[in-house]
C-alpha cells in the first residue's frame, strides 16, 4: 500500500517540479533618478537566469522612455546608485498572460 501511495505522488510531483523550470517570473527594482525621475527594471526571470529586462524611466508628469534589453542589464547610472531603493518578489506569469509581455514576445521568448 505504501508504495502504491508513494508511486502516486512520485507521478504527481515529477511533472510539477520538471515543469518549474518553465516558469517565467518578473519583479521589479526601483532606483532614483534626478531631477524628480524614476527608474523601474522589470526582471523577467526563468530557471533562476534573467532572460530579459525591461527599463521605464518616468517622469514627475509619468512621462516614461521604454528600453528592452535581452538579458541582465543595469545603466550605470543605477549601478553607482548601489541597491535598488525598492524591491518587489518574483511573481510567476500565466501562460496564457506570457505573449503579452513585449519584454518576452522581442526577443522570441515566447510564442504570440
Not at 510539477?16 to 525621475?37: K, L
Not at 541597491?83 to 518574483?90: I, V
Request: glycine residues 8%; charged residues 15%; aromatic residues 12%.
Amino acid at each position: 500500500m505504501r508504495a502504491a501511495w508513494w508511486g502516486l505522488f512520485s507521478a504527481l510531483l515529477l511533472p510539477t517540479a520538471a515543469s518549474a523550470q518553465d516558469v517565467t517570473t518578473v519583479r521589479t527594482e526601483t532606483f532614483p533618478r534626478p531631477p524628480y525621475s524614476g527608474a523601474t527594471y522589470y526582471v523577467y526571470e526563468r530557471a533562476g537566469r534573467t532572460i530579459c529586462t525591461k527599463l521605464a524611466v518616468c517622469n514627475k508628469f509619468d512621462q516614461c522612455e521604454t528600453t528592452y534589453v535581452a538579458g541582465a542589464f543595469r545603466a550605470s547610472e543605477d549601478n553607482a546608485t548601489g541597491n535598488p531603493y525598492g524591491t518587489t518578489p518574483a511573481v510567476p506569469i500565466a501562460p496564457a498572460s506570457l505573449g503579452k509581455h513585449v519584454c518576452l514576445t522581442r526577443f522570441g521568448l515566447v510564442q504570440r
